[in-house]
């Protein structure tokens, strides 16, 4: 019985080294890193108060555990304008109203309600990747499309936050009215 | 637009990679890091990013270490990827997870437990939360019979565990949660057809749609039919029954629909299916190589479900629901002259279930009650002509029940999970069954798992009521739930986003076990006889590269013990290895998918051994041939190897063979 399995798996082996001798790679990219590239655009297309417009650095803040800490580090010391980003992990106790963008992983879905209650009147950015969240008052929620980075967008939430965003970036999003809203 | 972007070194070097795929999982774990120097994507327009193809880590870091269990997780891309048929194809591909078949049924055996006599009564299937087990036999569907499509499957989510805390009965080795694709998923038609092996054709046709107000609606039917093949079965080798040759009486065909209806946090689901199985086997001692032999197994569903908040921290959830079972056969017996027996069974029921999911303060609750009426629980066994009845059994009965779970942080690194859920059965009573989870994080890369708890299996209408002095069986009475005691720790580590590896170690003591033996007056019937210790321990390790390359490799060893007469059970392997293996191929247009499956050797009901296998299967497909069209070509058992499980108690045949390399064709047309 031994014997006879190790002969079709050498087999499969060698045809999987064929397989991959065939196999040019392709270039499909890391879902975080290019929603991390998308984060560093959007700030270009938000109209900032004039107090951040000065300011030197930008603070990017990640609320959670998740994967998308880890691809934001590449945004560190990138510039938008004259301002490099800071990146900051930050707990849901945290003075959030420091932060120009916030991105909520979703494993704060719990604490969602409670934390955008908590951001009323700051001028931050809120942007997350979870299914739902613009609706529930996030302002750019990304999503997956046949395997390419889409995001929506709460206009009254960034209204909300007193940021206003482009209409060249509302153009490419889908726009989300919050339930009872008169979007 | 198509964006050029350099291509990672490391990640992406053939040596590292072929290492890693010959399964040397040292090498694997040395590989370095993924993407930490790819292009400097910000400097990329909002345009071009929208058009850069990415690999979703998202559906491979569910966020399993959470949950208070050993989960796996498998995607719509594997079902594509490795050319999966049924969800049979699908469980089999896991860790630990074993199925088997009788050229009648599919059988999952879960932690070394799959007696050949059962009928899948020991794991829960739910699909979209709605019960697939029926109320008759208790049988969670895999093959030709679920009534959804295996295309129509978005995520299948495998608990292993008892699961009764929350699921009640029938949650006894572990939950298979299938959730399905959605409307939007679709956005339009899709049309698929297949051609495979033994003259097999299938046909599907789906229209999905996500409407301006926020409705959806997806819509899909399927229709196959396979001719069959010629199966030898040395136990009939004689010029009276055919050489031993049954001529293409493993035919079988089958048809479903599926609607489902969700807006403003409503979902209505309605399916039917309907599957017909010729049966090659002469089971329960009918004539061999006789046409007309087949089973036939219809489900019904109609089922609304709602979900919504009632307030910031509060979340409803619930559900009415419909379900329809109903079994018909034939078995021609040589009485003489041939006279055909019918079998038929009506499972009916309706039901009600509510949940509520509130966070207070620190505690995450969940409150939840359920109902089921089963209506009706009829089985009927007669011969055609000259007509005689030998059982004709009408029954109903209801179940309720209540349950609570709990979820407290108990610092920084320690979180608690509790479940208690009692269940009323009019058949036997109550039964109580508690599930403790207490989850460490040392770092939030590692989940260590505790759990404890019970779960239990009502006996079923089948193993009550099926009893008749002419068919040699006596009513059992007197039967109570079986039980199973659960321990296991699970070890979970995620050293980057996209590699991580699980181990567990468990130990289930099974008592009460509903049985059938013969008793001392010859006749048949079902005791809670069986006490049974089950030992075993778990290894997986899954990567994704950035390339999207993916492998799933995974060991299971486990002894299963009766504690009465200290043997090993039948047709339960000591050694499971999985591996699963898909890349793309020539740039992105094409891909590979391999899977091995190996089972060591098991017992069969005569004392025998159905010895150990090793089966390949590959797919290969395309999504880029033209706008909208998927091609995919399988082969099973790729080395053409021979090998068998082990016979039931209704069959002749200790071993029963399995399939030889067989192919499959298969279109899918978006429009």
């Not at chain 2, 010629?230 to 089958?254: M, Q």
Request: with cysteine; net charge negative; glycine share 8%.
């Amino acid at each position: 019985m031994k014997t006879s399995l190790n002969r079709p798996l050498a087999i499969l082996w060698a045809a999987l080294l064929a397989l991959y001798c065939a196999g040019v790679p392709a270039a499909p990219l890391a879902e975080y890193e290019v929603k991390a590239a998308f984060v560093h655009n959007f700030a270009k297309y938000v109209e900032w108060p004039a107090a951040i417009k000065a300011r030197s650095s930008l603070r990017l803040c990640i609320l959670g555990q998740g994967q998308f800490a880890e691809a934001a580090e590449g945004l560190r010391g990138k510039r938008v304008g004259g301002a490099a980003w800071e990146v900051v992990p930050v707990g849901s106790r945290s003075d959030l109203g420091e932060c120009q963008v916030l991105f909520i992983e979703a494993s704060e879905a719990d604490k969602l309600p409670r934390l955008l209650d908590g951001l009323k009147g700051s001028p931050v950015l809120t942007v997350a990747d979870s299914e739902g969240y613009a609706a529930q008052g996030v302002a750019i929620n990304f999503y997956l499309e046949q395997n390419k980075v889409r995001f929506e967008i709460n206009p009254a939430a960034a209204g909300r936050a007193g940021l206003k965003i482009s209409s060249q970036l509302l153009k490419v999003a889908r726009i989300v009215a919050e339930p009872g809203g008169r979007q | 637009m198509v964006i050029v972007l350099p291509v990672l070194a490391a990640d992406r070097s053939p040596c590292l990679r072929l290492t890693a795929c010959a399964g040397a999982l040292l090498l694997v774990l040395a590989t370095p890091a993924s993407a930490e120097e790819a292009a400097d994507l910000t400097q990329l327009s909002i345009e071009e990013l929208l058009s850069v193809e990415v690999y979703s880590a998202s559906r491979f870091a569910q966020k399993t270490t959470e949950a208070p269990a050993a989960v796996s997780i498998v995607t719509a891309a594997d079902i594509r990827n490795y050319g999966y048929r049924t969800l049979a194809d699908i469980l089999g591909s896991l860790r630990g997870l074993f199925v088997t078949s009788d050229r009648n049924y599919r059988y999952v055996g879960v932690r070394g437990f799959n007696r050949p006599g059962d009928y899948n009564s020991r794991i829960l299937l739910l699909v979209d939360g709605i019960r697939v087990n029926d109320a008759n036999y208790d049988t969670a569907s895999i093959g030709n019979e679920l009534f959804l499509d295996v295309d129509l499957i978005d995520r299948v989510e495998v608990v292993r565990g008892p699961g009764s805390s929350i699921y009640g009965s029938n949650a006894f080795f572990g939950v298979v949660n299938v959730i399905s694709k959605r409307g939007r998923d679709y956005n339009g038609w899709e049309a698929a057809g297949s051609a495979a092996s033994y003259g097999t054709g299938k046909g599907r046709l789906t229209y999905g749609r996500q409407l301006d107000n926020g409705a959806e609606i997806l819509l899909s039917t399927s229709y196959s039919d396979s001719r069959g093949q010629n199966l030898y079965f040395p136990e009939f080798d004689s010029p009276d029954t055919n050489n031993g040759i049954a001529r293409k009486r493993d035919h079988g065909s089958y048809q479903n629909f599926y609607g489902k209806l969700s807006y403003a946090g409503f979902t209505l689901t309605s399916a039917y299916s309907e599957s017909t199985q010729g049966v090659p086997t002469a089971s329960f001692g009918s004539v061999f190589n006789d046409p007309r032999t087949q089973t036939v197994d219809s489900q019904a569903v109609l089922d609304l479900a709602y979900a919504g908040k009632l307030g910031e921290r509060l979340d409803l959830s619930g559900r009415v629901f419909y379900g329809g079972y109903f079994y018909d056969s034939v078995f021609p017996y040589d009485a003489p002259p041939v006279t055909l027996n019918k079998d038929q069974a009506w499972a009916e029921w309706w039901g009600a279930e509510a949940r509520l999911v509130g966070q207070f303060d620190r505690h995450k609750l969940v409150f939840g009650a359920e109902y089921q009426d089963n209506f009706r629980q009829d089985m009927k066994n007669y011969d055609q002509a000259p007509y005689e009845v030998y059982l004709d059994e009408q029954h109903s009965s209801q179940r309720q029940a209540v349950y609570i779970q709990d979820d407290l942080p108990l610092g920084e690194r320690l979180r608690l999970n509790a479940g208690l859920r009692y269940d009323h059965f009019s058949t036997v009573g109550g039964t109580w069954n508690p599930r403790l989870a207490l989850i460490y994080t040392p770092q939030p890369e590692t989940a260590v798992k505790l759990l404890y708890g019970t779960a239990f299996r009502a006996p079923n209408a089948y193993e009550m009521y099926y009893s008749s002095a002419s068919l040699g069986s006596k009513p059992s009475v007197g039967l109570e739930p079986e039980e199973v005691t659960s321990y296991e720790i699970v070890v979970e580590h995620q050293f980057q986003a996209n590699f991580r590896v699980s181990a567990s170690v468990y130990q289930n003591e099974i008592s009460n076990l509903i049985s059938q033996i013969t008793d001392t007056d010859g006749y048949n019937v079902f005791r809670n006889i069986g006490q049974f210790k089950a030992n075993g321990a778990e290894f997986e390790v899954e990567r994704a590269w950035a390339d999207d390359t993916r492998l799933r490799a995974s060991y299971a060893w486990q002894i299963t013990r009766s504690q009465d007469t200290g043997t090993t059970l039948e047709n339960s392997p000591r050694h499971l290895a999985k591996l699963n293996y898909s890349m793309p191929l020539f740039g992105e247009a094409w891909r590979a998918g391999m899977e091995l499956q190996y089972t060591s050797a098991r017992k069969t009901l005569a004392g025998a051994r159905a010895g150990s296998y090793a089966i390949a299967n590959l797919t290969l497909l395309n999504r880029k041939l033209a706008e909208g069209l998927e091609v995919s070509a399988s082969v099973y058992n790729l080395f053409d190897r021979h090998y068998a499980d082990p016979g039931r108690p209704e069959h002749v045949e200790d071993l029963i063979g399995q399939d030889g390399r067989s192919f499959r064709l298969k279109a899918v047309y978006r429009f």
